[in-house]
């Protein structure tokens, strides 16, 4: 049976393409911590294997008998949310059924019957030590999904774990693996009481915070060449890399890709047929604009004011996007999520290329929606895009409806770029791409539009350069340095058809007919066309 990407829960080996669950994480560091008895958190954004590699590290340990390993997901105590008993006993009938499975003997579940009556604060960590006492060997426990839980019911799982982590090993687990999307130290419990707790108060036992990283190049190329080992269907060699910038390795992003253009794009079901880069990028908008589950969670983790807070400032290249102007938890709320990315001596940025498409879409996804513009009317005989006619039409249209329109964003401040980039991505829908740059700390967006000019991979290629910028000192020194910057831009994206530089004047002290013009200047042997709006 031919087995395929997998893009939904935990992967199977014998039906999807796999990488080793147990090299996506130092597997030795992990078994010191173990045998140290020592608790630790498992984290990653979400869809990243996290299940996976747990259900592989369990049967790994229950395979070598030194320990029972038992996986326990608590997801489904998150539906009665403060109703502490209700997610306790949840909790221990899940810990019960799988401790069952583990070890096949179903008398066990006694001790869940024994803990009935206690009270509710102690029932959990009463049952951990009762189970420990009445196993053959240590205990090691993994709670995935422990960050579903909120509030007191939250505050009391933690506890009750710190509670009995003196008794370990015969007492109670050896050790306790808590894997979610986030450290347990992020979190911000919020009480019944009113009380704000933290997880790092709630669970100061935690010994050591590891994180699941993302594929590398070379993991994706095993995982597409399982693909090809086991049908015959080939990746052009520039296919890797462009996965590579698409996605930088988010694991479900990668098995998206390779499921929508061997799987989902049926002409590729024909095995003889050689996957393209165009292909790729195909595939890759398809996945965009269908708003799979994983995209759709993304948005709405956009809307989210922490979020905001540290995405906005990307979009718009403003220096408020320094760190030390922003709470640190919630840069590291946004890094958690797989959003963005911050590395040693450079500016935090956007995770992926993918990303870097979805955010400014899914904001405003409504907007374009709500525009009217066709592409016929903004083509040339030859199936090249008139930009001066869709940039004058897109002046009166910023001149009619910007306040209105950029009122409608919850990022108001990235508004008129996130309004120009609805309006062209309108026009390019169906017929070309853009691709998109965000400039942080240098106040702009860059944009590069590709529009084919034939049908097939490999013809000739409309390319523009855009560069955005919102205006906030002397109009004539922004146009100095954009101009210096769109060259720059150009000469990086190399055969650039037109440049053109658009710069929004928000001061509100100037008049529509002071604020709307446009003219060629010529910079570096280049003719640039500067947009006033």
Known sequence: MERYFNTAGPNKPSLSYTLDPLSRFDLEEILMLIRQTKYFVLHAPRQTGKTSCLLALRDYLNAHDDYIAVYANVEGGQAARNDVGRVIKSTIDTLSRETIKVIGDKDIRSVRDNVQDEGIDAMLSSYLSQLCEALPKPLVLFIDEIDSLVGDSLVSVLRQ???????????????????????VRDYRIHTTSGEIITGGSAFNIKAKSLRLGDFTLDEIRELYGQHTAETGQRFEEECFPFVWQATEGQPWLVNALGNEVTNEMRENRDRSVVI???????????????????????IDKLREDRVRRVIEPILT???????????????????????????????????????REIIPRGLTWSTQDGLTQQPQWYQNADGSLNMEKMLLDFQQFFRQNADSWIGRFDYAE?????????????VVNGGGYIDR????????????IRKPLTDGYGGPVQRVVMELKILRGDLQKTIEKGLRQTSEY????????????????????????????????????????????
């Open 161 to 183: 774990l710190r509670a009995g982590y003196a008794d370990r090993p015969a007492h109670f687990p050896q050790s306790v693996v808590l894997c979610g999307v986030r450290d």
């Open 414 to 426: 990235a508004g008129p770029q996130l309004l120009l980039q609805a309006f062209l991505q309108r």
């Open 317 to 355: 290249g403003t220096d408020e996007a320094d760190d030390s102007l922003m709470p640190s938890d919630d840069i590291q709320y946004a890094v958690d999520l797989g959003l963005i990315k911050r590395e040693v001596g450079k500016p935090r940025r956007i995770a992926n290329a993918i990303y």
């Open 276 to 298: 393209t880069p165009e292909m790729m990028y195909r595939a890759q908008e398809r996945i965009i604009y269908r708003r799979d589950t994983h995209i759709d969670i993304l």
């Open 490 to 533: 150009m000469d990086l994206c190399g055969a650039v058809d037109e440049g053109h530089f658009i710069v929004f004047d928000r001061k509100g002290d100037k008049s529509w007919d002071d604020r709307i013009w446009h003219r060629t200047e010529c910079y570096n042997g280049r003719d640039i066309t500067v947009w006033g709006m």
């Open 437 to 448: 740059e965000y400039g942080l700390g240098r106040r702009r967006t860059d944009l590069l």
